[in-house]
């Protein structure tokens, strides 16, 4: 494995679950409506309450990072 590799992976510059397409014709489609549902909230709620739906979407997201990786072990 190159220095560079590892360097780029430690630092974030590699992030290999975001680049994954998964071959379900289903996701795109999901994933489009949940940006509409985002941008229609994102017009009707505060700036603070926008910043927490914001937040509950990244704590679903590494409990779900958490979640593959003790599936995976």
């Not at 014709?25 to 603070?48: C, G, M, W």
Request: charge should be negative.
């Amino acid at each position: 494995m190159s220095k560079s590799f590892m360097y780029d992976l430690y630092f974030g510059h590699l992030v290999p679950w975001e680049r994954v397409r998964p071959g379900d014709h289903n996701y795109t489609p999901i994933n489009q409506k949940i940006s509409d549902i985002k941008v229609y909230f994102r017009d009707k709620l505060s700036a603070e309450d926008n910043e927490k739906i914001e937040e509950i979407g990244n704590l679903r997201a590494d409990a779900s990072m958490i979640e593959e990786v003790l599936i995976s072990d």
